[in-house]
């Protein structure tokens, strides 16, 4: 493994109750902003899960900060150093704004005495630092998850998974948003987001992997996948219509409804 990459993924196949969702996925990650984009379903949520050690492979290795994960042992080792936005994240819903960001910081065993200082500091960076003490209960969709990006990144971990960090914040959150992943990157971390916004990976991605069908599509800088448009590929700039080019020209796989 080259001495920089945070993640490493080797033939990794996951998937739930005997359905293979991503089949010998072969992944390195280095410190930076790489975007996770791909349709409804692609595999994002679960590859995700299986790099913040929640699910663990089914087969195939990952390898986190250059080690092995191979076991509960391993995984508690590095999920000090890992930072998790899940898509949908739970709450106690009576916790202060405070309480839950601290209580994140003491899970990923951020040191007491540096716990105070840490949640102020993640309050700060998501513009949540005068709200710190309303109710989980009472926030706004946009200001929930600004609450959990606070606590993904409380204790500045080296590597930070945000699975739609952007759903439901206003445009000025956004450009914030950009600004802050971007900062912790230049600060070392590796910073993953998944997303179906091309316009904050051209923004803020220094790399972009493109997934489809538990398959990477398309690997490279967000200029790279805008040079795969083609004048007849669906989409609104270069981004967009190199994404459509790199899914293969198609309409994303739609999930069934219920
Ligand atoms: N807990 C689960 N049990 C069974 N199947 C699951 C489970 N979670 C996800 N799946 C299935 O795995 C596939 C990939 O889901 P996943 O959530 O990883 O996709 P995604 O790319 O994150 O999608 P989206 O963009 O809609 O969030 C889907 O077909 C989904 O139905």
């Known amino acids: 493994m080259t001495t920089d990459s945070i993640v490493r993924l080797t033939s990794l196949t996951q998937g739930y109750s005997g359905r293979r969702i991503i089949e010998n996925l072969d992944l390195s990650i280095k410190p930076g902003v790489t975007g996770l984009l791909?349709?409804?379903?692609?595999?994002?949520?679960?590859?995700?899960?299986?790099?913040?050690?929640i699910a663990?492979?089914?087969?195939?290795?990952l390898e986190l900060f250059g080690s092995p994960v191979t076991n509960e042992r391993t995984a508690r080792r590095v999920r000090r150093r890992i930072g998790y936005l899940p898509q949908d994240f739970?709450?106690?819903?009576?916790?202060?704004?405070?309480?839950?960001?601290?209580?994140?910081?003491?899970?990923?065993?951020?040191?007491?005495?540096?716990?105070?200082?840490?949640?102020?500091e993640a309050l700060a960076a998501v513009g949540l630092a005068d709200r710190?003490?309303?109710r989980m209960k009472s926030l706004s969709g946009g200001m929930l998850r600004r609450a959990?990006?606070?606590?993904?990144?409380?204790?500045s971990p080296a590597?930070?998974?945000?699975?739609?960090p952007t759903v439901g914040l206003d445009p000025a959150q956004r450009l914030d948003f950009r600004k802050l992943i971007r900062s912790l990157a230049r600060a070392g971390a590796a910073v993953v987001l998944?997303?179906?916004?091309?316009?904050?990976?051209?923004?803020?991605?220094?790399t972009v992997f493109v997934l489809s069908d538990g398959q990477i599509r398309h690997?490279?800088?967000p200029q790279q996948l805008a040079e795969l448009a083609t004048p007849t590929a669906p989409g609104d700039s270069p981004l967009e219509r190199g994404y459509m080019e790199a899914l293969g020209n198609s309409r994303p796989s739609q999930e069934t409804p219920c």
């Open 38 to 53: 791909g349709p409804n379903g692609a595999g994002k949520t679960t590859l995700f899960r299986t790099l913040a050690t």
């Open 56 to 61: 663990p492979p089914q087969s195939g290795q």
């Open 90 to 120: 739970g709450y106690y819903p009576a916790f202060s704004i405070a309480d839950f960001v601290r209580y994140c910081a003491w899970l990923r065993e951020v040191p007491s005495k540096q716990a105070d200082s840490a949640t102020k």
């Open 132 to 134: 710190a003490r309303d």
């Open 148 to 155: 959990g990006i606070a606590a993904a990144i409380v204790g």
């Open 159 to 164: 590597l930070l998974l945000l699975d739609e």
């Open 194 to 206: 998944s997303t179906h916004l091309v316009e904050d990976v051209g923004a803020a991605c220094d």
């Open 219 to 221: 690997s490279g800088t």
